[in-house]
């Protein structure tokens, strides 16, 4: 997109001038070459299936299901336009086959890889804008484009919710500096100010965290156009207001009500320390992973929150002790800290039920990183000194990344992977224990039909895959439940895998507990999503040969979901050995 402006950047050599032509190609072709691994991957089980690969609105992709998304949140969120860019790739992605039909996952990944690229096109064109020079910015792009901390965002096929609000937001602010930049008067400011209005629109939509755009604009527009506050007031109100029903819709949708409440005094604490979290992540990106377990329980139990301030206070201290002469560092840290100011745990959110923080939200974020990157490069008089180190740093960056975007090639790989890097990961063990549930079902089907053409070397060769699985699922639940002994979910998974285990009488008192957490539930949609915990229990119990307890607990789950097959066929079954005692 041309910004319709007449530029006034430093003149620069011939030869450098011709070669900077090319810096647009070798942003596509450096990000694209780094991640090009990542496109034969599958859905993983970490959230792709409930907004992909299962939606029943994506399978076949129809326009009853498009619209259903722009009625009302999915998974506790509400981003239509995510869902919009999905449901067209599915369009494309849609396979017919003998089930009835699939999506395939590889037009996701291109797309989310198409995204990114676009993203980093746009911060290069803003760092150019903002600094000047282009070799400069060309450096800032790549290591918003290379850093491995983006490979979540980009490799997760459901991150293109945050790659699109990103891109969206990064259009949005560069369209805006175009339009009210001094150095550099526009044409058409206006046509510039309302594309950049309509973007930050529909970033919103894409996903709430857009709505620090507008606190963004301020510091770009005080600190780097230098406009007056008047000036500035008047571009950013209508993004205020924009942001106003964002907000509305999105604690309606995402109450986090079931996470326990946190004090005041140690949300600071808590920002704090997911802030030191990042900065060690930005200088030393090894062993990342979707799951760090740092939720404000462990982080305090640990004693980790009452000194981790310490690092980012200690860098502010000396950003504000050099703050001459600086200002673009100042402005880039500013600019990562706003767009972090969501998901720092000054307010409770739902993905604290795992961890404070998390890759993908460092997306927007490295924006602030590649200007202070652009900036120091700038900064250095004989520019051929920062070559060498920046190219070494850039070299790895893109080394490590293009290693990680393996890591998601699969749920296997990728929850292993994530234990690797955190013991204690709930995440990692509870769905890897999904994993061996669902393989398990699959060995029995294979082993009923393989009995039913009298196939008895196979169905002995797929019953003892069953065991081996039944018991890989008992091992993976125990971690859960060592990592969570308080959770409704780990305890239905341990009693679970013992009854699959044949192991009823064990099952019996985590299944109690599992019911009497559910019975003091007060969040509605909680008390659906576990009203087959009753059943369970009576399952067990009818193995016990109990089956008058074993009718009370299935009534339980049918006065919630009366169409329960499994649970009418288990309270048939009490009723049957009931009759036969009478």
Not at 62 to 69: D, F, N, P, R, S
């Amino acid at each position: 997109m041309s910004d319709n402006c007449t530029t006034s950047l430093p003149a620069s050599q011939p030869g450098c001038a011709e070669l900077a032509r090319w810096i647009p190609f070798i942003l596509i072709v450096a990000t694209v070459l780094v991640f090009s691994g990542m496109l034969s991957n599958q859905f993983t089980l970490w959230d792709d299936e409930q907004t992909i690969a299962a939606n029943p609105n994506f399978n076949p992709p129809t326009v009853e299901g498009l619209a259903a998304h722009w009625r009302k949140p999915h998974m506790d969120l509400y981003v239509p336009a995510a869902y919009t860019l999905w449901w067209t790739v599915a369009k494309v992605a849609w396979r017919a086959d003998d089930t009835g039909g699939h999506l395939d996952p590889r037009p996701f990944h291109a797309a989310s890889l198409a995204l990114h690229v676009m993203s980093v096109l746009v911060v290069f064109a803003l760092l150019r804008r903002l600094l000047r020079k282009d070799w400069p910015a060309a450096a800032g792009a790549l290591l918003f484009a290379l850093h491995p901390v983006q490979v979540e965002t980009v490799a997760w096929t459901s991150g293109a919710k945050d790659l699109l609000a990103g891109l969206l937001v990064l259009v949005a602010l560069w369209q805006y500096a175009v339009a009210f930049d001094p150095n550099n008067r526009c044409k058409r400011p206006t046509m510039h100010y309302l594309l950049a209005t309509l973007a930050f629109a529909i970033a919103l939509l894409a996903k709430p965290v857009a709505v620090v755009a507008p606190l963004l604009v301020i510091v770009i527009d005080r600190c780097l156009l230098r406009r007056d506050w008047r000036s500035i007031a008047r571009g950013v109100a209508p993004w205020i207001a924009l942001t106003i029903p964002c907000l509305i819709w999105t604690k309606l949708a995402q109450p986090a009500s079931y996470l326990p409440p946190i004090p005041l005094w140690q949300r600071p604490l808590i920002a704090t320390d997911a802030l030191a979290f990042y900065l060690y992540k930005l200088v030393w990106p090894a062993s990342l992973a979707l799951d760090y377990g740092r939720r404000p329980v462990t982080i305090f139990s640990t004693g980790a929150a009452h000194w981790t301030w310490l690092a980012p206070a200690v860098l502010v201290a000396i950003l504000w002790w050099r703050r001459r002469g600086n200002a673009p560092l100042l402005i880039g840290v500013a600019i990562a800290l706003l767009a972090l100011l969501p998901v720092l745990g000054l307010t409770s959110f739902d993905f604290q039920t795992y961890s404070t923080t998390t890759d993908h939200y460092l997306y927007l974020p490295m924006f602030g990183a590649a200007l202070v990157a652009a900036w120091l490069v700038s900064r250095v008089q004989r520019p051929f000194l920062a070559t060498a180190p920046m190219s070494a740093a850039l070299l790895a960056c893109a080394i490590l990344s293009a290693q990680q975007t393996h890591v998601w090639r699969d749920s296997r790989t990728l929850f292993a992977h994530t234990i690797a890097v955190n013991p204690d990961s709930y995440a990692g063990y509870s769905n890897l224990a999904t994993l061996a549930y669902r393989e398990a079902q699959q060995e029995t089907l294979a082993a009923q039909t393989a009995h039913m053409v009298f196939d008895e070397s196979g169905t002995a060769k797929h019953r003892a895959e069953v065991a081996r699985l039944n018991h890989e699922y008992f091992a993976m639940a125990t971690e859960a439940y060592r990592v969570r002994p308080d959770s409704i979910r780990t305890r239905r998974r341990m009693g679970d895998a013992l009854l699959r285990l044949n192991r009823p009488a064990d099952a019996l008192p985590y299944l109690r507990d599992a019911v009497a957490a559910w019975e003091r539930l007060t969040d509605d949609r909680q008390k659906l999503e576990y009203a087959t915990t009753p059943h369970l229990l009576a399952t067990a119990l009818l193995r016990l040969g109990r089956p008058t307890e074993a009718m009370e607990y299935c009534q339980r789950t049918l006065a919630y979901v009366p169409d329960d097959r499994a649970t009418q066929h288990t309270l048939a079954e009490a009723r049957a050995m009931m009759a036969r005692v009478e």
